[in-house]
């Protein structure tokens, strides 16, 4: 099993909202990962959590928060979001073993920001 | 992790094989070639990785040159669900993440 489920799979928030996209698997990866698309571009690493310690924030504004409660589950927070934050919001997993680590990706949330 | 360079867009036959190119011109010796796609609005969906020799799985098979500078993904019988812009990504073995290019646009017509 190669799942990873995300939700909402859509989430439409005005800019003073506060919200919290859901990733979760249960593979026994011990790295989780954020991701955000753009329309027609390609996917940009955002954070990374490494056996639940953050490990790479790729300079994302603090608007979001990602949270790692476990082994598990994975979170993003927003707050006080911009339109041009409207993605889709991609979370993946991997067992972060020695070697080739293979990245296995969820569905993604469709956020659109009014 | 070493640049990737894919056609922007290619066609298919529906039932004809895909053999979708990436060259990797700068890859180093410990670097990984991977492969993802992307149907439209979904997540990435691995397709197969590979190092030094030719690899096949259920989706695809994978053809390495011999000096590693390019590579083949090949869809043997291409249908309309592989419709869909394919990523070659190279990365180096360990912990590290994933770069997306621009990938390829594989449109496969009846």
């Known amino acids: 099993d190669t799942e990873v489920t995300q939700t909402p799979k859509h989430l439409v928030m005005g800019m003073t909202n506060k919200k919290s996209l859901k990733c979760e698997q249960h593979?026994?990866?011990?790295?989780m990962y954020w991701y955000k698309q753009k329309a027609k571009k390609p996917p940009e690493l955002m954070f990374v959590y490494s056996y639940e310690k953050l490990s790479i924030n790729e300079s994302v504004p603090s608007r979001f928060s990602p949270e790692c409660p476990n082994s598990s589950l994975l979170n993003l927070h927003l707050h006080a979001l911009q339109p041009e934050d409207s993605a889709l919001y991609l979370c993946?997993?991997?067992?972060?073993?020695?070697?080739?680590?293979?990245?296995?990706f969820g569905p993604g949330t469709r956020l659109t920001v009014l | 992790d070493a640049k990737t360079t894919q056609p922007p867009s290619m066609d298919c036959a529906e039932g004809r094989a895909a053999n979708l190119p990436c060259n990797h011109s700068t890859i180093s010796g410990n670097e990984y070639v991977y492969w993802y796609r992307q149907i439209h609005s979904q997540g990435p969906q691995y397709i197969i990785h590979g190092l030094k020799n030719n690899e096949t799985n259920e989706m695809a098979s994978l053809i390495i040159t011999e000096d590693r500078k390019s590579s083949t993904l090949i869809l043997p019988h291409a249908t309309l669900r592989d419709t869909a812009v394919y990523y070659c990504i190279v990365r180096s073995d360990g912990y590290s993440t994933l770069t997306f290019g621009k990938g390829t646009m594989l449109l496969v017509s009846p």
């Open positions: 593979m026994g990866h011990r790295a």
């Open positions: 993946a997993s991997s067992q972060e073993a020695p070697g080739a680590d293979t990245q296995y």
